[in-house]
Structure formats: C-alpha cells, structure tokens
C-alpha cells in the first residue's frame, strides 16, 4: 500500500503474475507425476496421471474369468476409482495453497 491507503497496483499485477506462474508449473508437475490405484488385493492396477489421465492398467491373469467379466469389470472400476482418489488428493496437495492465494484476486477463476 501507498500512502493514502491507495494499493499498489504494479505490486498486485506482480504478484498475480508469479502466482499464475506458479499454478502453471504446478499443473505441469501434475500432468508428469503418477499414481497407481489397485483393487482386488493388487489384481487389476490403474495408473493414473495427478491430472486425472489414465495411462496404464494391468490385470493379474488370475483376475480373468471368461464365465465371470462382471467382476473384473467392478475391479477395473474400482482400480480407476482408486488412483483418481489419489490424483485428487495430488491435486489438492499442489494446487490448494494456489487457489486460495489466487482467491481474493478479482478477475481470477478460483
């Protein structure tokens, strides 16, 4: 703040600047790092992005069941469901501190 209690507009612009910096690499970092979500005691694996991307699932031979695909169907399901719990805690843990700096900033999407 000037005095006059007037805020420093440069200083504000400055510092809205480097925090969507800072969300952009965040967000960055998310899209590289990967979490893996299982279910069925480890049978069927998701892979997931911090973004939430599936990039990989694997599923144990002992989990394939030709009279029975409705079950590894629930597995994957709840395998994916796993990972993006995971992924939105990464999120969380990331982009939370960032979106609540950014909060009390007008014009910004939080």
Known sequence: MIPGGQPNMQALLQ???KMQQDLAAAQEELAATEVEGTAGGGLVKATVTGAGEL?????DPKAVDPDDTETLA???VAAVHN????????????LGPLA????????MPF
């Not at 990039?55 to 599923?59: E, F, M, P, S, V």
């Not at 719990?85 to 999120?91: D, R």
């Open 15 to 17: 510092q809205a600047q």
């Open 55 to 59: 990039r990989a699932l694997q599923i």
């Open 74 to 76: 629930d597995l994957i």
């Open 83 to 94: 990972a993006n719990e995971s992924a939105q805690a990464l999120q969380q843990a990331k």
């Open 100 to 107: 609540q700096g950014l909060g009390g900033m007008p014009g």
